[in-house]
C-alpha cells in the first residue's frame, strides 16, 4: 500500500520557509514507516551547496525516538564508509550521525518528533539538537481515515471487544501477556481479536523469542485459544466497518506501553475516527495525553483509574480487569452505560474531524518548528564546523581539491566547486566572526 506521507513533509517544508525565509533541507525515512538509518534520505535532490549552508530538519516523528540504537547504527554505517572518500572527510558527522545529514555550517539540527516525557529527547538535545515536537499521528490519522467521517454503521452487536493484535516485537512484548490474561479471566469469548504465533518481522515464534522484558512471556499456547493474525503491516492505515459494526468497544494496543515516553499513534485516533468508545492501553498518562488536544473519555462510564499507574504490569491487569467487569454487566447497565460511552464518542468523532482541531495541529507545528528555528539561527557559530574543516585541510585530497574547478568522482548531485566552497566557507565565516569571543 502506497501511503503519500512526502505531501506531509512538504507542508512542513513550505511551513518552516514561511518561518524564517531561508531554504530547508528536510531529511525523512524512506520507505515510509523504516527504522533504517540508512533509509534516512533527503526529502528531494538538493544541491551540495544547498545542504552544507541551509538548515537541516531531520523528521523522525512517526515511531518513538531510539538515542542509542541510531548511535549503533551511526558507527555501523561508518565502518561501511571508506575513509578515503573526500566528501566524508570534509563532511562533519552530526550527534545523530545521519547518513547525509551534518554537512551544514549550524551547529545544531532540528529534530522533528512526536513524543513527551522522553528520556531520548534529553539525549537529542544534549547532544546538537533542536527538538520541534508536534502530534505527526493525528495530521496523518485525519487523512488516512477521512472516509469514516461518512460511514453510517449498522450496528450488528457479535462481540464487546474489539482488539488488533498483530505484532509483537520491541516495544510490543506486552501483547502476548495481554493475551494470556484474557485467558486468563476468560474473556477471549467476548474479543474479536487474534494472535501472531510468528513475529512478523523478526520470523520467530514467541517461545523461541528473548524477551527484553521477561515478564511478558507468555506461559500459555496462545494460539490455542486465539486464530491467527492475517493483518499486513499497513492496516493501520485503514479501518474494517465490519469490525467496528459488530463490536462496542475497542481495547487499543499502541506501540509503546513498558515505556515512560507518551507516543500515541494512529491506532488511538481509529476508533475515535470510527466513533468507537474505547478502552487505551498505552503508557500511564495517555487519556490525559488525549484530553489535553479536546477529546474526551469515558471516566463517568467506567473505571479510567488505569491510566494513572505507572507500574506497567499492573496497568496491564487493571486494564483486564475493568474489561472483566464490563462483560459482566446486566442487560439495563449495559444499555444505560453503553449509550452514555457512545454519547463521548460521537462528540469526539465531531472533534476529530474538526476545522479546530486541524488548525490546533498545524499551530502547534508552527509554533513549536518556529521557535526551533529562530533558537538555532540565533546561537549558532559555526565554530565546531570551521574547526574541523580547518583540522581536514590537511588532508592532500583537500588540497588537491582545492586546485581544481570541480571535483570529478562524486555523483553529479554531489559535485562541490571551488567557488561553492568559498560561498560556504564565507557563510560560515561571517557566524563564526560574529559569534566568536573577544580575548
Same mark, same amino acid.
Given at each position: $500500500?502506497? /501511503? =503519500? ?89 552530526? =550527534? ?8 551544514? +555550517? ?7 518528533? @512526536? ?22 499521528? #493525528? ?8 472516509? #469514516? ?10 462481540? /464487546?471487544?474489539? +482488539? ?29 481479536? @487474534? ?8 520470523? /520467530? ?5 528473548? &524477551? ?16 491467527? @493474525? ?26 509503546? &506501553? ?67 467487569? +464490563? ?10 452505560? $453503553? #449509550? ?12 476529530? &474531524? ?38 581536514? @585541510? ?29 560561498? /560556504? ?13 573577544? =580575548?
Amino acid at each position: $500500500m502506497s /501511503i =503519500p506521507l512526502d505531501r506531509l513533509y512538504h507542508h512542513i517544508e513550505d511551513v518552516a520557509k514561511d518561518i524564517c525565509e531561508d531554504d530547508i533541507v528536510i531529511y525523512r525515512f524512506f520507505p515510509h514507516g523504516s527504522k533504517k538509518l540508512e533509509n534516512l534520505l533527503q526529502l528531494q535532490l538538493y544541491s551540495t551547496e544547498k545542504i552544507y549552508k541551509n538548515f537541516s530538519i531531520y523528521c523522525n516523528d512517526q515511531e518513538p525516538l531510539e538515542y542509542e540504537f541510531y548511535q549503533r547504527e551511526s558507527k555501523t554505517l561508518q565502518k561501511q564508509t571508506k575513509f578515503g572518500d573526500l566528501l566524508d572527510k570534509f563532511n562533519l558527522l552530526s =550527534p545523530m550521525n545521519l547518513k547525509y545529514g551534518g554537512k551544514n +555550517i549550524y551547529d545544531q539540527g532540528i529534530l522533528l518528533h @512526536s513524543e513527551k516525557r522522553s528520556v531520548n529527547l534529553e539525549l537529542y538535545q544534549n547532544n546538537g539538537y533542536l527538538p520541534a515536537y508536534y502530534w505527526s499521528h #493525528a495530521i496523518i490519522a485525519r487523512d488516512w481515515f477521512r472516509y #469514516a467521517k461518512h460511514v453510517k454503521q449498522k450496528k450488528q452487536i457479535d462481540k /464487546i471487544f474489539l +482488539i488488533y493484535n498483530r505484532a509483537w516485537a520491541g516495544t510490543r512484548e506486552y501483547r502476548l501477556k495481554f493475551s494470556e490474561l484474557l485467558i486468563k479471566l476468560n474473556l477471549q469469548n467476548y474479543c474479536k481479536t @487474534s494472535i501472531n504465533p510468528i513475529e512478523p518481522e523478526l520470523g /520467530i515464534h514467541y517461545k523461541l523469542h528473548k &524477551f527484553s522484558n521477561p515478564i511478558w512471556q507468555p506461559m500459555q499456547v496462545l494460539e490455542n485459544y486465539f486464530p491467527s @493474525s492475517s493483518a499486513h503491516s499497513h492496516y493501520s492505515a485503514d479501518f474494517d466497518l465490519e469490525d467496528y459494526e459488530y463490536t462496542e468497544i475497542e481495547v487499543v494496543l499502541e506501540t509503546l &506501553f513498558d515505556d515512560d515516553r507518551l507516543h500515541l499513534t494512529e491506532k488511538s485516533l481509529r476508533p475515535i475516527a470510527c466513533g468507537q468508545p474505547f478502552i487505551l492501553a498505552g503508557t500511564h498518562g495517555s487519556l490525559e495525553y488525549l484530553r489535553s488536544y479536546g477529546f474526551k473519555t469515558f471516566a463517568d462510564v467506567w473505571d479510567e483509574s488505569y491510566d494513572t499507574i505507572k507500574d506497567p504490569e499492573k496497568r496491564l491487569c487493571a486494564i483486564t480487569e475493568l474489561m472483566r467487569q +464490563i462483560a459482566k454487566w446486566n442487560a439495563p447497565t449495559k444499555k444505560t452505560n $453503553m #449509550a452514555k460511552a457512545y454519547a463521548i464518542a460521537e462528540y469526539n468523532k465531531q472533534h476529530f &474531524f474538526s476545522q479546530e482541531f486541524f488548525n490546533n495541529l498545524i499551530k502547534e507545528l508552527r509554533l513549536n518548528l518556529s521557535d526551533a528555528l529562530n533558537k538555532l539561527k540565533n546561537t549558532n557559530t559555526s565554530s565546531v564546523w570551521i574547526n574541523r574543516r580547518i583540522e581536514r @585541510s590537511k588532508y592532500p585530497e583537500l588540497k588537491k581539491f582545492l586546485t581544481l574547478q570541480e571535483h570529478n568522482d562524486v555523483p553529479d548531485h554531489d559535485k562541490l566547486t571551488k567557488n561553492e566552497l568559498i560561498n /560556504i566557507l564565507s557563510c560560515a565565516r561571517s557566524y563564526y566572526n560574529c559569534h566568536k569571543k573577544e =580575548p
